[in-house]
Nanobody
Framework: QVQLVESGGGLVQAGGSVRLSCAAS????????MAWFRQAPGSARELIVQ??????????YYADSVKGRFTISRDNAKNTMYLQMNSLKPEDTAVYYC????????????WGRGAQVIVSS
């Protein structure tokens, strides 16, 4: 069972940058699909980045709301995934969750507890 822990959230001014980390334990993330979600107050959880792993390679999809501003990456040696967030806007304020999908699973089985990001105007 993979455990995920997010870190790196906080308060940032609009236009600033934040990098979130998602550290995994109990299993490797190098051969599973991963994603970042976020949930703003009063809103449903939103999938913002998918990083889909397969034996032929990895593909990444970004939601339009973050495309060009957010970048997902992984450091397999550290068993950690990152989300670099640039040009932040107040509407990016949310709790950010990392998630992982076990082999053969359709959805995401592993979830972190979330990291709060607040963007002030």
């Amino acid at each position: 069972q993979v455990q995920l822990v997010e870190s790196g959230g906080g308060l940032v001014q609009a236009g600033g940058s934040v990098r979130l980390s998602c550290a995994a334990s109990g299993g490797t993330i190098s051969t599973i699909s991963m994603a970042w979600f976020r949930q703003a107050p009063g809103s449903a959880r939103e999938l913002i980045v998918q990083n889909n792993w397969s034996w032929t390679g990895t593909t990444t999809y970004y939601a339009d709301s973050v495309k060009g501003r957010f970048t997902i990456s992984r450091d397999n040696a550290k068993n950690t995934m990152y989300l670099q967030m640039n040009s932040l806007k107040p509407e990016d304020t949310a709790v950010y969750y990392c998630a992982g999908s076990s082999e053969g699973s359709i959805g995401y089985d592993y979830w972190g507890r979330g990291a709060q990001v607040i963007v002030s105007s």
